[in-house]
């Protein structure tokens, strides 16, 4: 171990339905806003903050850029963007802790913010379904029907089936599971409409294999976190949250050879980094668990990759209902981008958080003391897959 | 002149145009003349797509060392979906349209949708075997790869 402070998550700010017409920027800033007070702090104290998006630059979510902070005021000594999709949270924790720990700042906000339901609610308008982000002129996909990350990642669905099995119905047990632990969350968009496997089932083929059901929600909304040191975080107002372990993994450099990525993900360098740096010896000593879903095979390949259950087994695992309220790991307890709201790739980060605290209402996990929490995204190569993979340990203890 | 091109274009194309850039242009020469080209390595054999430098050993500088070469326009499914929804209207005839990942017999993966007879069940469709058809836009100056089912 190294004698560096240990960082911490102390403020927290959510934007889950804000008023018809509020941009993507006045979203960040408000979440950025309501993180800052969370902690304590002052927008003064905020002396760093990262802009947590889809894609790198000049793709979307660019409505916004270089503004938010001037918006809410921040005097920022530095301002930039972070993007590989799902793999935002870990990524811009592991960067704001270069700067933390290096003193060039001392306290960092993180937002990311998204209009993906006004977009397509505007998009639908002109005969386009789904969400209003299409993949970039440069992907090979585009002109052969590819426009949508539900056309490339349902092939890791039906890559799934046929090796090992799996079925439909065993995807669908992981949209029943979080549509439960949704149902016991005010603020997730699917609050009190809990689904059954005929439910699944009966929702529209999108990208067979995929149902609806299969997908994500598309929102509007923002989250914003604030980390800092150990010493400065016990000055602050909510009890810290300590980043306990952090690790990568990329797949992009063995997609023309290693075909075996389309039915795991590059959860076992990053799994084997944080864990270590956390001190866990495995997945035994997490107390709650959230998984980037952004389709529900995402969630059944980590569970797999990360030794919950054996390669190939996580269909009927799911079946048994050891995801579900009740069941042998809380997973995604908020309700994950499947039933709560699909925040900037932030909702189960969000989640730890408040689990970690306590906060969490009726689905509070007892004891909780270490959370896991993934991510996954990334540029797609073609004709690929989004390939990061992101391993982050937050803890009280 | 101009409006009659356009006229032509939207009538037979009104779908996104396909990425032409400098590293995929010599590919889509090919496909103009029904070749599928493979980025290959002269110093190994081994085949790649798309261009990139070969990783099994050091290249010379731009990967100077490869070259576009025909391959056989066969391989098998690797994975695929059935696309239930248009998400560009353009794609609103081809519904439900097959889209699959192809394993091609030198090794490269490539996607494209699925013509002629259709795999009913897409778990029993993996591994079938496929080939490339070649569907000419000559007018508009590129060819489009497409994949239909063979007998093994
Ligand atoms: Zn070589």
């Known amino acids: ?397 | 002149m101009t409006t009659e091109t356009t006229e032509t274009t939207e009538r037979r194309w009104n779908k996104p145009l396909p990425n032409i850039d400098l590293d995929n242009k010599a590919f889509w020469d090919g496909l103009r003349d029904h070749q599928l080209l493979l980025w290959t390595c002269s110093t190994c054999g081994t085949q790649y797509w798309p261009k990139c430098y070969c990783i099994k050993h050091e290249n010379e500088p731009y990967a100077q060392n490869m070259s576009w070469q025909p391959g056989s326009g066969r391989g098998k499914i690797f994975a695929l979906n059935r696309h239930h929804w248009a998400f560009h209207p353009g794609f609103q005839d081809e519904l439900p349209y097959i889209y699959a990942l192809i394993e091609l017999d030198e090794g490269p993966l490539i996607s494209t949708t699925i013509v002629g007879k259709q795999p009913t069940d897409l778990v029993s469709a993996v591994g079938e075997p496929v080939q490339i058809v070649y569907e000419d836009y000559a007018e508009l100056g590129f060819t489009i790869p497409r994949f239909e089912l063979i007998d093994a």
């Open chain 1, 1 to 397: 171990m190294t004698d560096r402070q240990r960082i911490a998550v102390v403020g927290l700010g959510t934007v889950h339905d804000a008023p018809p017409g509020t941009s993507q920027r006045m979203m960040a800033a408000e979440a950025a806003r309501l993180a800052i007070a969370d902690a304590g702090l002052s927008i003064s104290d905020i002396d760093g903050a990262l802009d947590l998006r889809r894609s790198g630059g000049g793709g979307d979510r660019s409505t916004y850029s270089d503004v938010f902070t001037r918006v809410l005021g921040l005097p920022a000594q530095f301002y930039f963007t972070v993007g590989r999709g799902g793999a935002v949270a870990g990524l811009a924790t592991a960067v704001a802790t270069g700067f933390l720990d290096r003193g060039l700042a001392n306290y960092v906000v993180c937002v990311g913010a998204v209009d993906d339901y006004t977009k397509a609610q505007l998009t639908k308008k002109q005969g386009q379904r789904g969400m209003a982000h299409v993949e970039k002129e440069g992907y090979w996909g585009k002109a052969l029907g590819d426009l949508r990350a539900v056309s490339h990642h349902s092939w890791m669905a039906s890559r799934h089936m046929a090796e090992y099995g799996t079925t439909s119905e065993q995807l669908g047990a992981i949209a029943v599971a979080q549509r439960a632990w949704a149902c016991m969350n005010p603020e997730a968009r699917m609050y009190g409409r809990p689904i059954t496997i005929a439910d699944h089932q009966a929702s529209p083929l999108v990208a067979e294999p995929y149902h609806l059901l299969d997908i994500s929600q598309i929102s509007d909304g923002a989250v914003a976190f604030v980390l800092t040191t150990e010493d400065r975080a016990r000055d602050c107002a909510q009890k810290p949250v300590y980043v306990q372990g952090q690790g990568f993994g990329e797949v992009a450099a063995d997609l023309w050879w290693e075909k075996k990525n389309y039915t795991t993900m590059a959860v076992a360098p990053a799994k084997q980094k944080a864990f270590a740096q956390a001190g866990l010896s495995g997945v035994e000593d997490l107390d709650v668990v959230q998984l980037y879903d952004c389709f529900t095979a995402e969630v059944l390949f980590q569970l797999e990759d990360y030794g919950f259950c054996e390669k190939g087994e996580g269909g009927k695992w799911v079946e048994a209902g050891h995801t579900a309220p009740g069941g042998t790991v809380p997973l995604n307890t908020g309700g994950g981008l499947l039933s709560n709201k699909h925040l900037g790739d932030l909702t189960g980060f969000s989640e730890a958080v408040l689990q970690l605290r306590g906060q969490a209402g009726e689905r509070q996990v007892p004891d909780c003391e270490v959370a896991l929490t993934t991510g996954h995204g990334g540029e797609l190569v073609s004709p690929g897959l989004c390939s990061i993979h992101t391993s982050t340990i937050l803890g009280v203890a």
